[in-house]
Each structure stands twice: as C-alpha cells, then as structure tokens.
C-alpha cells in the first residue's frame, strides 16, 4: 500500500490496537484514536498503558479492515509517544486532540473530561491525551482476484 | 474475569491481536488461532513475526469483544512462544495443532500444508506451528448495567 492509501486508512477508521513495552514483555491494548491531517491522536485515563509508554515512548498501532478472509487490508504505524498535557507547551495540541477525540461521543472509556473544567476529578481519573509521532507507516493488501 | 471465563472467550472466538518485541520496538498482528483444553496454538508462514518471536520469544495475545462502546470484554494472555516443528520432539504436537486449525479452513493466509507431504514446498512457504505457553491470564469487562 502507498501512504497515501494508509493514511486515507487510518483517516477513514477510529479503532485499532496498540502495541507497546511493558518492563521488555509486550502489551497490546484496543484504542479508539482519531488520524487527521497526517497526525495520530488518542487519549485514555491513566493505567498500565500510560505508564508503559511513559517508560518506553516506541509504539506501533496496527488496524485491518476484513472483508473476507483472503480479502484484507492491514495497516502498521510505529513511532514514538508524545503526551500532550494541557500547559503552556502542548496547550494548542491538548485542545486540538480533544476536540477532534470528543466528536465522537461517549467512547470506550469516560469521554466526559472537559478541558478547564477546574480541578474538581481526582489524577487518576483525568484522561491522558497523546498523540504517536510516525517514524515508518505501511500496509498489506490482500484481494482475492 | 475469572480464568474459567478467559478460557471460555479464548475458546469461543479464533481472532486476536499478538504482540510481540521486533529488535526493541512492539509489533502487532492480528491472527487466528485456536484455543483448546487450555492449550493455545497458531501458524504462521515465515516473516517478521516468526523471526521477531524466534529472538525473543515473549508473546501476549489479546482479543476483545465488543458489543457496543460501553460493553464489552477483553482478555490477555501473556507467555511464551514455543515453536512446534514436526519433528522427533514435537511431532505430537505439530500434529495437535495442525489438526486444530485446519478444521477451520482456508484462513488469513493460506492452510494448504499438509503434514508429510513431503519435501517439494520451500522452507520459505512452510507454515511454522506454535502454541503460547501462558505464563499469565486476565480480563476486563465493561457493562452498561
């Protein structure tokens, strides 16, 4: 696949599975995420995966699309963690994740987080929003012609 | 989720993710595979994934479903890769898997090996039988009780 056909595959989906290092075992986790304008966006309240990628920023996200079981198509994204907080440095990215993130409602974990909402939740209820800075994307193909 | 029910999803569905560890980096793949009598088995034809678990061999499985956003259960299995070759050693069991994941026919790559047929395929598309010695099992359930 060129990049252009995984990008426009990663545009066009919001789930996929991310993979990362936990203490050198690896760990695979389901993500909602939002791809827009050639950057990776997702969040999740605080836990394994976060800290996981605190210690180690390499992740790779991978999603197909099935058809059939000979018709397939497979995408790889690896690249590095970056959290985005809300302070002055990532403020403009936090936002612009958050906003593209909360488009679609009430995901897999509690998307009811309002930015500036004050310090009223607890830490470990606050999700963490990141983005995954891409350093290699490719894809697999598989019709049944 | 008790083990009981891990084993049950596990048992019940035959798509998952796998990670595993490329020269320090996470990887992920989807597979099939067969779970059964708290033995897990899948294939392969040689590759990225094959070699990656060939030098490390430090695997974990994770599959979900998903009945919607809010409801849904996933389970992760952590352990080891063990090669099944068909072989003096592991003949029984390259045997075991074979079976098993053949009764599901043609899969995500193609299942067209048969044991013993003798030596005119090359190595290169050879399936390689493995199973994941679990070394840890867990899930997470969501209800929107």
Known sequence: MTRAECQRMLTNNR???LGCIAKDRPYVVPIRYV???GAFYSFS???KKID???ANPHACVQLETLVTDEEWQSVLLEGLFQELPDDEKWHGQHMQAWSLLQ???NWWEPGAYKPDAGATESADMHPVFYSIQIENLSG???TNA
């Open 103 to 105: 488009e679609h409602g």
């Open 45 to 47: 309240l605080p836990g």
């Open 15 to 17: 789930f996929a599975h």
């Open 52 to 54: 996981c990628l605190r």
């Open 35 to 37: 791809f827009r304008d």
């Open 140 to 142: 697999r193909t598989a």
